[in-house]
């Protein structure tokens, strides 16, 4: 029987062992050895899950909007004295670097909840005078069980994402996080226990997404399903959830453009640039992973972008200044691998990277690590342009003008986000018009303003969360009309 420390489900306010006992192993990145276990649930897990969620919503869904909003706030303050442990074990969980989940991630799974517990005491529902007949008005209640299904990348970011809209607008909730990554979600269980959140308001399920993630999206009493992974699986989660007819939001992956123009703020756009390609070894579904740059400025950013790229330091994700980590498991690491040899046979010219690093700590020699790469001299139709890498790997092409650079950020089957550098304000309302995809950053990356719509286009998602979207997404409306004869 090995040591290591086990993760259990979290069920109507307790921490309890998986009902068949068995557990996977939960693997560092930075190290390639295991470090926790992880409970393998199935549906008997899942069937506690729903039934404690069920037991808990009459009373959790009647709850003054103000309590509910008190207890989540509490949730959040919880989270802001923990943000050192927490972001240290996602660092471990994940193989981000420490500084990057010290300074977005955890401080964004608060915010997410503090968002969204005062969001509700501002939600309001609408009334029609419907002239001299009557009077509708539309009442908005939560709609009971919500499933949750989340991914690794940014683990505990995502998973407060979908869980605090849900809990805010009187839902209950069964979640299942992403078994790469499943640590920080157990700390939250604690922290959810310690707030005083009641018994089986919110149930965590770990475990396989074969497994315990399709019990949940196919329970039939979990009637609201909230996704974020992968297109392929997002795929299966619409496949089993439509004989129900269930309401699903899909936020699904990327392939995103970001595009220079000649008169961009040329040092802003690398180091914006850098950061969209790279950040949490691009393992963010929102990285701009196909560049392009105006071809009257092509070659001077190209040798400025791979200058920067090449001073990124990866390394131990846990050491200090250190700007890339391990990605997220070996599957991940050999998925990259793939890519990059796609785009060597397809001819691609290296200009940084395309292997993993020599120089890493003694620590890290069996990690998943792979440098900054970047390459050109492929055509935009070719597999490495077109699908989802996940990973530290960007393209650069040149475009000649405004058409055909919209006409290449549009050509994939994604449409998450993109990015415009330009100082033309004409041109960046334009192209915000014209690129098909959720969102359109002109200038910057990355900046969340929680009220607005999040999602993506194509085969990005379907449905939107964020703000107002989540709260109407988490409830249904029901029209009472009253005739009002003269009204
Ligand atoms: P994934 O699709 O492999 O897994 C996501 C979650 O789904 C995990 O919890 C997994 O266990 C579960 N799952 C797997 N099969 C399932 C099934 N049949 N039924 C129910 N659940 C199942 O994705 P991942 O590798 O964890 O995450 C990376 C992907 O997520 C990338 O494609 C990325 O673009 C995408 N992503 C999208 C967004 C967004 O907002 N659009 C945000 C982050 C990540």
């Not at 969204?116 to 509708?136: K, M, P, Q, R």
């Not at 505990?156 to 979640?175: D, E, F, I, R, S």
């Not at 961009?264 to 579904?285: E, K, L, P, T």
């Not at 069996?366 to 970047?374: A, I, K, R």
């Amino acid at each position: 029987m090995s040591n290591f420390f086990k993760i259990k489900n979290y069920i109507n306010g307790e921490m309890v062992e998986p009902v068949a006992g068995q557990y996977l192993d939960n693997i560092e990145p930075a190290t390639g050895q295991v470090y926790s276990l992880v409970p393998d649930s199935d549906a008997a897990d899942v069937e506690r899950a729903v039934d404690a969620a069920e037991k808990a919503f009459p009373a959790w869904s009647k709850m003054p909007a103000a309590h509910r909003s008190k207890i989540l706030c509490k949730i959040a303050d919880l989270i802001d004295l923990d943000v050192d442990r927490l972001a240290k074990t996602e660092t471990i969980d994940n193989g981000k670097p420490l500084s990057l989940a010290r300074s977005l991630d955890i401080p964004r799974c608060s915010a997410n909840i503090r968002h969204f517990a005062t969001a509700i005491l501002h939600f309001h529902s609408e009334s029609h005078v419907t002239d001299g007949v009557g009077l509708n008005y539309t009442l908005r209640g939560p709609r009971g069980i919500a499933g949750i299904i989340s991914p690794w990348n940014l683990p505990l970011y995502l998973l407060t994402w979908k869980v605090a809209p849900a809990l805010a607008t009187g839902n209950t909730v069964v979640a299942k996080p992403s078994e790469l990554t499943p640590m920080t979600a157990h700390m939250f269980s604690e922290i959810c226990r310690e707030a005083g959140l009641p018994p089986g308001v919110l149930n965590i399920v770990h475990g396989l997404g074969a497994k315990a993630g399709a019990a949940i999206v196919g329970h039939k009493k979990i009637s609201t399903v909230s996704f974020t992974g992968g297109t392929v699986t997002g795929r299966e989660v619409a496949k089993t959830a439509a004989p129900f007819f269930k309401k699903v939001a899909l936020e699904m992956g990327g392939k995103n453009p970001n595009i220079i123009f000649a008169d961009a703020d040329m040092d802003a756009a690398i180091q914006g640039g850098v950061r969209a390609s790279f950040a949490n070894q691009g393992q963010v579904c929102l990285c701009g992973s196909r560049m392009y740059v105006e071809e009257k400025i092509y070659p001077t950013f190209l040798e400025k972008f791979v200058a920067a790229a090449k001073m990124l330091k990866v390394g131990d994700p846990l050491t200090e200044g250190v700007d890339q980590g391990a990605v997220v498991s070996k599957t991940q690491l050999e998925k990259v691998k793939f890519y990059v040899d796609l785009a060597r046979q397809d001819g691609g010219k290296f200009h940084c990277g395309g292997s993993s690093p020599t120089d890493l700590p003694a620590r890290c020699r069996d990690g998943y690590f792979f440098s900054p790469t970047v390459i050109t001299g492929l055509s935009p139709t070719c597999r490495v342009n077109q699908e989802e890498i996940f990973g530290p790997v960007v393209t650069i092409t040149p475009f000649k003008d405004e058409d055909e650079v919209v006409a290449l950020a549009n050509g994939t089957e994604y449409g998450l986000a993109s990015t415009v550098w330009t100082q033309n304000l004409a041109r960046a309302h334009r192209l915000g018009d014209r690129i098909n995809s959720g969102t359109v950053w002109v200038n910057c990356w990355m900046i969340r303003d929680l009220r607005v719509p999040f999602g993506g286009m194509k085969q990005s998602g379907v449905g939107r969360e964020g703000g107002l979207e989540a709260l109407r997404f988490y409830t249904e409306p029901k029209n009472i009309c009253i005739q009002v004869p003269g009204v």
